[in-house]
């Protein structure tokens, strides 16, 4: 065990050396690797453009990836949809899209000087300046010469005799690359419900997930929202304000804490600047990569009195930061109600209408349990005169026609109409590319009953292709850059690996992929998590296997387990010399 957290040690070290030797104040390109491969090659008669590594996606992690990559001394071309750097911060541009970590820990830590020369003007960023920041990082590290914009990738196949990916774009473009990075994002595939007659729609239909650049003027306007999860908790207040009458179209109620949003204090600021590796690092060792409050005890461990003095604080405090209130809100069903008793009775206080206040009452599940929200005035909106809620568990929407939506026995006229209606979580984006492994074998079809992956990073029969925050690692439960700062490096490494032995790929075994996913499965039962119709289980998208798919083990023992994995010489993972087509000729010569 000693031996083993040595190694540990030594393996994480090597990120740190990394980052200090290609840090911003010292960017000079160091060849680790001779790398040759710069050239454009042809691959059935077209011209692909060869490269060491090609990552699909600048949001946090394609940016990161490439920041890497290219410090290593690596060739590496990112694709982008997108006509700018950020993803999500692109993507999201409704009003009041912001972010519920605090801006002082929601940001990258892998360039002190970049956390040090930063400025958050408020707790919690709003999405204008969290994009400025992706840009400002694509600036300062002169990423943007290597991101390929508006370019979609549609194909990304694994060419066995050459033991590499030939990825293909809307543009008509190729990339063949040793190694291929998917940061495409877990919350980047926007989901439009299928309703009868919506494309009959007269007015404007806006996805808070696809925003128009240009302003939206809604004042005037009648204004219908579908959709009251995290980003329509966060635009109905703003819609409310512009609107002549906003309707909003509930189907399930959602716990909500107040963000409790302000401006950035400046000596609490310094006070993170002072101490920002240390803080970054007691990060790192919480569940969620967000350095908290987190109560140790039990909610039904303490007094009554205490415990709602404790929710108290918290919801005066504001942030998502109240379900750490006891050690065991996810895990026990009774210490769980003890917190969703007491928002329901805060909803109750808030809303004046006792009719309105008992259909905006989450009572299907458990609080936490779907991702928790955190708003400004959500709950106030619903004083407002001009805004009506439309329960669609008892008036489902029948239809749209181009005059508005058709509920119940009632019809809302509109002007326009706001889908806040969510994503194809964590395996959209991957399912929107014909990613094809070995043998034939495609992504879509292996995953058919449910992504299967070992760490979340590699999926077996697909060498050499690697997953940020992927299905089976902690993602979406955590402060996202953490989890993408950990799986980047990760790769990093496991790249550095194959360079020093002379592999040609790596690829994840059926069997310590079997175990993790049982693994995965098992942790989550062990939970409330999974007694939620939510994304994190796919049940929002029509078709789709109901499986867990986020690892709900925490960061800290997630990354402990892939650091032990690549100090044991990439457990679980085969590691190959030759190409796999040119080892199963030998095999079965
Ligand atoms: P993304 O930012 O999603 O970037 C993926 C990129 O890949 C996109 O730009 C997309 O266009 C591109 N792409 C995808 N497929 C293709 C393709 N086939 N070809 C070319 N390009 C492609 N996380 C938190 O930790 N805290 C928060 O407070 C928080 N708030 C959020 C608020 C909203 C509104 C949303 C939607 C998500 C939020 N998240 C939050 C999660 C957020 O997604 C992550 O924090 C983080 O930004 C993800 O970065 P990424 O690079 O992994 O993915
Ligand atoms: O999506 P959601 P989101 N008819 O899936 C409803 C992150 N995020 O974009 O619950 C009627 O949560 C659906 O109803 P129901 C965060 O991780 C963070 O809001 O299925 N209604 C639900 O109310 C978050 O969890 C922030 O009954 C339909 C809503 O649409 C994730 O992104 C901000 C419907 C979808 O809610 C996704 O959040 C924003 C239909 N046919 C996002 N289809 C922060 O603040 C769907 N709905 C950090």
Redesign the pocket.
């Known amino acids: 065990m000693g031996r083993l957290s040595f190694l540990v040690r030594a393996h994480r070290s090597f990120f740190w050396q990394l980052r200090d030797a290609y840090s911003a104040e010292n960017l000079q390109r160091k060849q680790l690797v001779q790398h040759t491969d710069v050239l454009d090659g042809r691959v059935d008669g077209e011209v692909a453009r060869s490269c060491d590594v090609v990552i699909v996606g600048a949001g946090f992690a394609g940016m990161y990836m490439l920041y890497l990559a290219r410090n290593m001394g690596l060739t590496a071309v990112v694709i982008e949809s997108a006509s700018g750097v950020g993803g999500t911060w692109f993507w999201?541009r409704y009003p009041g899209?912001?972010?519920?970590?605090e801006s002082m820990q929601y940001s990258y830590s892998f360039s002190e000087e970049l956390q040090q020369e930063w400025h958050w003007t408020e707790r919690y960023a709003s999405q204008p300046e969290i994009l400025a920041y992706a840009n400002y990082v694509a600036k300062k590290f002169d990423l943007l010469p290597d991101i390929k914009f508006n370019t979609r990738v549609t194909r990304a196949a694994f060419q066995e005799e050459e033991s590499r990916w030939l990825v293909s774009t809307d543009q008509g473009t190729q990339y063949q690359a040793k190694w291929c990075v998917m940061a495409t994002g877990c919350?980047s595939a926007a989901?439009t419900?299928k309703?009868p007659g919506l494309d009959t729609f007269d007015g404007r239909i806006y996805h808070?997930?696809n925003w128009p650049h240009e302003a939206v003027s809604l004042s005037g306007k009648k204004v219908g929202v579908?959709?009251?999860?995290?980003?329509?908790?966060?635009v109905i207040p703003e819609l409310a304000a512009q609107a002549k009458h906003l309707y909003v179209?509930?189907?399930?109620p959602?716990f909500s804490i107040p963000a409790r949003n302000k401006p950035m204090d400046a000596e609490y600021e310094n006070s993170w600047k002072r101490s920002y590796s240390e803080r970054r690092e007691k990060a790192r060792s919480m569940p969620a990569g967000i350095l908290c409050d987190l109560g140790d005890k039990s909610a039904l461990a303490v007094p009554a009195e205490e415990r709602v003095q404790e929710y108290q604080r918290r919801w005066a405090a504001g942030g998502t930061g109240f379900t750490a209130a006891f050690a065991d809100l996810l895990k026990n069903a009774e210490s769980n109600r003890t917190a969703a008793e007491f928002v329901r009775e805060r909803i109750r206080e808030v809303v004046k209408d006792p009719s309105v206040a008992e259909l905006l009452t989450p009572v299907d599940h458990p609080i936490g349990a779907?991702?928790i929200?955190?708003d400004t005035r959500y709950f106030e909106t619903f004083n407002r005169e001009n805004v009506t809620l439309v329960d669609?568990r008892t008036n489902p929407?029948s239809e749209v026609t181009p005059e508005g939506v058709a509920a119940g026995s009632d019809f809302y006229e509109l002007d326009c109409l706001v889908l806040?209606?969510?994503?194809d979580?964590m395996t959209g984006a991957l399912s929107k590319i014909d990613i094809v492994g070995r043998q034939g074998l495609t992504l879509k079809e292996k995953w058919r009953d449910g992504p299967n992956t070992f760490l979340g990073l590699m999926s077996a029969g697909f060498p050499n292709l690697f997953i940020v925050t992927g299905p089976g690692s902690p993602s979406?439960l955590t402060n996202v850059i953490v989890a993408i700062e950990d799986n980047v490096q990760w790769i990093a490494r496991c790249i550095a690996h194959l360079i020093e032995v002379d592999g040609r790929y790596i690829e994840a075994t059926q069997s310590a992929e079997e175990q993790w996913m049982e693994q995965v499965r098992k942790v989550a039962e062990g939970t409330l998590y999974t007694q939620a119709?939510s994304?994190y289980l796919g049940v929002?998208i029509p078709g789709k296997p109901a499986v867990f798919m986020p690892y709900v083990g925490g960061l800290p023992t997630y990354q402990q387990i892939c650091d032990e994995v690549a100090v044991d010489g990439y457990r679980g993972f085969s590691i190959g010399t030759q190409s796999p087509c040119v080892e199963r000729r030998q095999v079965n010569a």
């Open positions: 999201n899209a912001r972010c519920d970590v919350l989901q419900p309703i808070t997930g579908l959709g009251t999860g995290s980003s329509g908790i966060q179209f509930q189907r399930t959602n779907k991702r929200c955190a669609l929407i806040a209606t969510g994503f979580a979406v119709k994304w929002n």
